[in-house]
């Protein structure tokens, strides 16, 4: 379980204590809640108290990016709290190509106000599209959280393709430059990726997976991951040199997904590829020690010392110092989702992009908005309970949906703002 941050009486981090710990100052009256989520408590009486190192560890991802921060006891480094971040580009694409399907219907329809722009914006240097930034402003955002709650003094992010300081012989050249400790790592996790851990032949899933030529090397085939895809053994064995197209000859839809599959860019790794160093000068914009590291290497600490697949688990394991990390076995990643804060248009738009309903006037209703964490008190009818939970929704009549009850605005308390993201335990 993720510990608890703690802030002395004048909102100054110290270490993360343990929940059981927690508890027993809050109940002492020695401490209040600072923040629900992610839990925090302030003291009440002290101004100070020793810290040890804290080093904040970034696995980027497309869709997840882990994080884990580390600690440096006496007994070795330990992960202390860790987060599995759900990135919105997806859904920052979807409103963008919503919003270009409804200015071209404007334009074919001739009601704009003013001539079309084109061949006049400038982009600046190190520009990333609108779905791509929010990744790395989400990192920015949430490693500027935790350096308020907790003492971190680095941080090291997985980035680089290879680590050429870590390479057997120094003297290596063309090639071979690139075929040295980590050799095999970086274009096994590649194929992992893309064909989602699966045997391409049998669809076999929890086995041992062979890198395997889908033209055959004696008939033609070359190394290029184009040319690679994952199989088990058994088929691995029964296909040996055959054509692949004679070899699934009785499966022609598993051959078409296969072809379709192998020549398929993977999207997700052009996007980490292109946020990868913008996350690691977001970092250090923080002014925070940053160091860089390969993915190879993430993975070579993560196997050796058999700790299964997760973001946050490869987060704990980047660089030289995931080589030897300790996980408590009780440990629980808390889930983050990046939800925005809202949109910017006053009124909707229905599916032939004209305005819908009646225009906003205030995006905060008695003293709610949507994304709220709020505790709701029913006192009779099918909501009868305490439930507390996001804000879904706000409607200017004063009433709210929490968890599917839809209530009045005097029957919720508010316990914390929204800050753009929802937390919740791991499924």
Same mark, same amino acid.
């Given at each position: 379980?993720?510990?608890?941050?703690?802030?002395?009486?004048?909102?100054?981090?110290?270490?993360?204590?343990?929940?059981?710990?927690?508890?027993?100052?809050?109940?002492?009256?020695?401490?209040?809640?600072?923040?629900?989520?992610?839990?925090?408590?302030?003291?009440?009486?002290?101004?100070?108290?020793?810290?040890?190192?804290?080093?904040?560890?970034?696995?980027?991802?497309?869709?997840?990016?882990?994080?884990?921060?580390?600690?440096?006891?006496?007994?070795?480094?330990?992960?202390?709290?860790?987060?599995?971040?759900?990135?919105?580009?997806?859904?920052?694409?979807?409103?963008?190509?919503?919003?270009?399907?409804?200015?071209?219907?404007?334009?074919?329809?001739?009601?704009?106000?003013?001539?079309?722009?084109?061949?006049?914006?400038?982009?600046?240097?190190?520009?990333?599209?609108?779905?791509?930034?929010?990744?790395?402003?989400?990192?920015?955002?949430?490693?500027?959280?935790?350096?308020?709650?907790?003492?971190?003094?680095?941080?090291?992010?997985?980035?680089?393709?290879?680590?050429?300081?870590?390479?057997?012989?120094?003297?290596?050249?063309?090639?071979?430059?690139?075929?040295?400790?980590?050799?095999?790592?970086?274009?096994?996790?590649?194929?992992?990726?893309?064909?989602?851990?699966?045997?391409?032949?049998?669809?076999?899933?929890?086995?041992?997976?062979?890198?395997?030529?889908?033209?055959?090397?004696?008939?033609?085939?070359?190394?290029?991951?184009?040319?690679?895809?994952?199989?088990?053994?058994?088929?691995?064995?029964?296909?040996?040199?055959?054509?692949?197209?004679?070899?699934?000859?009785?499966?022609?839809?598993?051959?078409?997904?296969?072809?379709?599959? $192998?020549?398929?860019?993977?999207?997700?790794? &052009? +996007? %980490?590829?292109?946020?990868?160093?913008?996350?690691?000068?977001? *970092? =250090? !914009?923080?002014?925070?020690?940053?160091?860089?590291?390969?993915?190879?290497?993430?993975?070579?600490?993560?196997?050796?010392?058999?700790?299964?697949?997760?973001?946050?688990?490869? $987060?704990?394991?980047?660089?030289?110092?995931? &080589? +030897? %990390?300790?996980?408590?076995?009780?440990?629980?990643?808390?889930? *983050? =989702? !990046?939800?925005?804060?809202?949109?910017?248009?006053?009124?909707?738009?229905?599916?032939?992009?004209?305005?819908?309903?009646?225009?906003?006037?205030?995006?905060?209703?008695?003293?709610?908005?949507?994304?709220?964490?709020?505790?709701?008190?029913?006192?009779?009818?099918?909501?009868?309970?305490?439930?507390?939970?996001?804000?879904?929704?706000?409607?200017?009549?004063?009433?709210?949906?929490?968890?599917?009850?839809?209530?009045?605005?005097?029957?919720?308390?508010?316990?914390?703002?929204?800050?753009?993201?929802?937390?919740?335990?791991?499924?």
């Amino acid at each position: 379980m993720n510990r608890v941050f703690v802030l002395t009486n004048t909102k100054q981090p110290l270490m993360p204590c343990a929940p059981a710990r927690a508890r027993k100052l809050l109940k002492a009256g020695r401490a209040a809640v600072y923040r629900f989520a992610p839990f925090t408590i302030i003291l009440k009486d002290r101004a100070a108290g020793a810290v040890q190192p804290l080093e904040v560890k970034v696995d980027p991802g497309s869709k997840i990016t882990g994080l884990s921060l580390v600690a440096l006891f006496e007994r070795g480094r330990e992960v202390i709290w860790a987060a599995n971040l759900h990135h919105r580009g997806q859904a920052i694409r979807a409103a963008l190509a919503d919003r270009r399907s409804f200015r071209r219907g404007r334009r074919a329809r001739h009601t704009r106000y003013r001539a079309p722009r084109f061949l006049n914006r400038t982009r600046s240097k190190g520009w990333l599209p609108p779905s791509l930034r929010s990744r790395v402003e989400n990192v920015q955002g949430l490693i500027a959280k935790l350096q308020v709650r907790a003492p971190v003094t680095s941080a090291a992010i997985e980035t680089v393709r290879f680590d050429t300081q870590l390479m057997q012989n120094p003297e290596m050249s063309g090639v071979e430059y690139q075929q040295g400790t980590l050799a095999g790592y970086e274009l096994r996790e590649y194929l992992l990726e893309k064909f989602h851990r699966t045997c391409a032949y049998c669809g076999a899933t929890e086995v041992p997976l062979e890198i395997e030529h889908i033209v055959p090397r004696s008939r033609g085939g070359s190394n290029r991951p184009s040319n690679l895809t994952l199989a088990c053994r058994p088929c691995n064995g029964r296909k040996g040199n055959q054509p692949v197209e004679v070899f699934l000859k009785r499966k022609p839809a598993v051959l078409k997904r296969l072809l379709a599959q $192998a020549k398929a860019p993977l999207k997700d790794a &052009a +996007a %980490v590829n292109a946020t990868r160093y913008a996350i690691g000068a977001a *970092i =250090k !914009a923080l002014g925070l020690p940053t160091t860089f590291w390969s993915g190879g290497r993430t993975k070579m600490n993560r196997i050796a010392q058999d700790y299964a697949k997760d973001h946050w688990i490869d $987060a704990a394991c980047v660089g030289e110092t995931g &080589a +030897a %990390v300790r996980i408590p076995p009780s440990m629980q990643a808390l889930e *983050i =989702k !990046a939800m925005g804060r809202g949109r910017r248009r006053v009124m909707g738009n229905d599916k032939y992009g004209f305005p819908k309903g009646a225009p906003r006037t205030h995006k905060r209703v008695q003293g709610f908005q949507t994304g709220d964490l709020a505790r709701l008190i029913c006192a009779k009818g099918k909501s009868a309970g305490i439930h507390v939970g996001r804000i879904a929704s706000i409607r200017a009549r004063g009433w709210f949906v929490l968890n599917k009850h839809d209530r009045p605005a005097r029957e919720f308390q508010l316990l914390q703002r929204t800050d753009g993201y929802a937390y919740g335990a791991a499924a």
